[in-house]
């Protein structure tokens, strides 16, 4: 504030000492100071209000949009000049002021709005993040499964996952096509997906964008999430084991959450005891299946007369498959 009325006093004392050296009135003088300052008031908090709204990457393209367009339209003008045209001379201006407005003005538009898809802005000013990484490593493009499955929201509240999350328009569709279902389980899926979107949407410290990227020739959403990927140089995050497959065969990055909460379980080893609750039957004769607070599957052998109780058990082995962690223990009082 106090650089602005520096900047202030000297252009009204520059617009006084100017006037009063060309013999001006001082009425004169007073108003061209007004004026001054009045003009450079404005001007400063135009700079200031531009600075903090639009990037510099966004202020860039719209100056080499603008350059380009008013090219263009200097060379469409040129070339309407040179036609035989029976057109008085001030229609003549009339219409070329307009092929230069509307004309730059499409091509400055065009660059802000597609700034992030134009290779040339890209290697002048690479887009940045919070973090300030290029665009290409930080975004994550999230699939259907995960944002149904809701835990995506709870992982980017703890700042283990930084940079954007792309919400592609495809999966935004699908989710609205599993929430319109006639089953009501598809149902009540798709409107958690789009509730969870809408949590993390409106939650500040989590940056969501929206992407209207497609794929028209592509018909199946893993697919088009694929190349997708690949475009924008990002990761996938999901939880579907086939997506995960197909997408480190293609050399894209992929983060799964399951694999997240896998390793995130407890260790447990041969000869640890535990408590446990047997819910069920197991597939041999004599089994029976309990689950640990983080759904981790015990397999009890021996356990079948125990059903519906909780024992103690003693760990025997620890198998660990992609669909996640069985245990296998023994009846600690056998």
């Given at each position: 504030?106090?650089?602005?009325?520096?900047i202030?006093?000297?252009?009204?004392?520059?617009?006084?000492?100017?006037?009063y050296?060309?013999?001006?009135?001082?009425?004169?003088?007073?108003?061209?100071g007004i004026?001054?300052?009045?003009?450079?008031?404005v001007?400063i908090?135009?700079?200031?209000y531009?600075?903090?709204?639009?990037s510099?990457r966004l202020?860039?393209?719209?100056i080499?949009?603008?350059?380009?367009?008013?090219?263009?339209?200097?060379?469409?003008?040129?070339?309407?000049?040179?036609?035989?045209?029976?057109?008085?001379?001030?229609?003549?201006?009339?219409?070329?002021?307009?092929?230069?407005?509307?004309?730059?003005?499409?091509?400055?538009?065009?660059f802000?709005?597609?700034n992030?898809?134009?290779?040339?802005?890209?290697?002048?000013?690479?887009?940045?993040?919070?973090?300030?990484?290029?665009n290409?490593?930080s975004?994550?493009?999230l699939?259907?499964?995960?944002i149904i499955?809701?835990?995506?929201?709870?992982?980017?509240?703890?700042?283990?996952?930084?940079?954007?999350?792309?919400?592609p328009?495809?999966?935004?569709?699908?989710?609205q096509?599993?929430?319109?279902s006639?089953?009501s389980?598809?149902?009540?899926?798709?409107r958690?997906?789009?509730d969870?979107l809408n949590?993390?949407?409106?939650?500040?410290?989590?940056?969501?964008?929206?992407?209207?990227?497609d794929?028209?020739?592509?018909?199946?959403?893993?697919?088009?999430?694929?190349?997708?990927?690949?475009?924008?140089?990002?990761?996938?995050?999901?939880?579907?084991?086939n997506?995960?497959?197909?997408a480190?065969?293609h050399?894209?990055?992929v983060?799964?959450?399951?694999?997240?909460s896998?390793?995130?379980?407890?260790?447990v080893?041969?000869g640890?005891?535990m408590?446990?609750?047997?819910?069920?039957?197991?597939?041999?004769q004599?089994q029976?299946i309990?689950?640990?607070?983080?759904?981790?599957?015990?397999?009890?052998?021996?356990?079948?007369?125990?059903?519906?109780?909780?024992?103690?058990?003693?760990?025997t082995?620890?198998?660990?498959?992609?669909?996640?962690?069985?245990?296998?223990?023994r009846?600690?009082?056998?």
């Open positions: 504030m106090i650089a602005i009325f520096r202030l006093f000297i252009l009204t004392s520059v617009m006084f000492t100017c006037l050296y060309i013999n001006v009135s001082l009425q004169a003088v007073l108003i061209g004026v001054a300052a009045f003009v450079a008031l001007t908090i135009v700079i200031e531009v600075s903090h709204t639009f510099a202020l860039l393209s719209a080499i949009g603008l350059i380009i367009g008013l090219f263009l339209a200097h060379m469409m003008t040129l070339a309407f000049s040179s036609l035989p045209l029976a057109i008085s001379q001030s229609h003549a201006t009339v219409i070329r002021a307009l092929v230069y407005h509307i004309v730059g003005f499409a091509i400055m538009l065009f802000v709005i597609n992030e898809d134009i290779a040339l802005l890209n290697k002048i000013i690479p887009e940045k993040t919070e973090g300030g990484k290029e290409g490593g975004y994550k493009i699939d259907t499964s995960v499955d809701g835990r995506i929201a709870d992982i980017c509240d703890t700042g283990f996952i930084e940079g954007i999350l792309v919400i328009n495809f999966v935004l569709n699908e989710l096509m599993i929430a319109d006639a089953d389980i598809k149902r009540n899926r798709g958690r997906g789009l969870i949590k993390m949407q409106k939650d500040q410290s989590i940056m969501v964008k929206i992407s209207d990227m794929f028209p020739e592509i018909s199946e959403v893993d697919a088009k999430l694929v190349k997708l990927a690949k475009v924008m140089k990002a990761v996938i995050i999901t939880n579907d084991f997506l995960n497959k197909v480190e065969f050399g894209v990055h983060l799964n959450i399951n694999q997240l896998n390793a995130l379980k407890p260790i080893l041969p640890e005891e408590n446990v609750s047997l819910i069920k039957e197991g597939k041999d004599n029976a309990g689950y640990l607070d983080d759904g981790t599957m015990v397999v009890v052998e021996n356990g079948r007369r125990r059903l519906n109780h909780e024992v103690d058990v003693t760990v082995s620890v198998l660990q498959t992609t669909a996640g962690r069985m245990i296998f223990a009846l600690k009082e056998d």
